[in-house]
């Protein structure tokens, strides 16, 4: 059974850097796109990116600018660079595994997401 | 970018159907999928490539697309099924081809 874990500092300050990291466990990180989603308090689910294990990668225009999603294979886990945070970063940040084919993407597997506040 | 319409919310009473929309232009071109968020949980993958379902989702759960409207069916409704809905597409037209549509509160009377 595939797992992931979200891990980094549930608090950063406006103008630094959130930074998290996605260990997957139960299965290789090889083959599949791996992406980061996120939720603020009480709204929808926002795409930010996603990665594949080869290291193409793919972003959100709305954040391109301030996002870098890397991979790393021999440790099983991807992370998620975010600069500049302000208080509208705020959110639940998942990571979840992208698969699927005919040109299609789903998210079949989630992490428990972990709450990450911009606040001074 | 691709719009995904839902609406905000949908009520049913136990044992009924419900039917959640997601509206977006020529979605029954595209592969939709459909995610079920608890309170306080991750969302869970409940249909993909349209009407498929997952290991361990009910028959109860079903999908359909056609034209511009997707469907997602939950039949014999429970007390447990009272969650968020999501729709998703991948537009591989697009420069950045995961959407999901803003999300239904189905609620349970």
Redesign the interface.
Known sequence: QVQLQESGPGLVKPSETLSLTCTVSGGSISNYFW?WIRQPPGK????I??IYYSGST????SLKSRVTISVDTSKNQFSLNLTSVTAADTAVY?CAR?S?S???????Y????TLITVSS | SYVLTQPPSVSVAPGKTARITCGGDNIGSKSVHWYQQKPGQAPVLVIYYDGDRPLGIPERFSGSNSGNTATLTISRVEAGDEADYYCQVWDSSSDHPGVFGGGTKLTVL
């Open positions: 992406s929808g689910l926002e795409w990116g996603y793919n972003y959100n225009p998942y992208a699927g005919f040109g299609t993407k789903f998210c079949d989630w992490g428990q997401g």
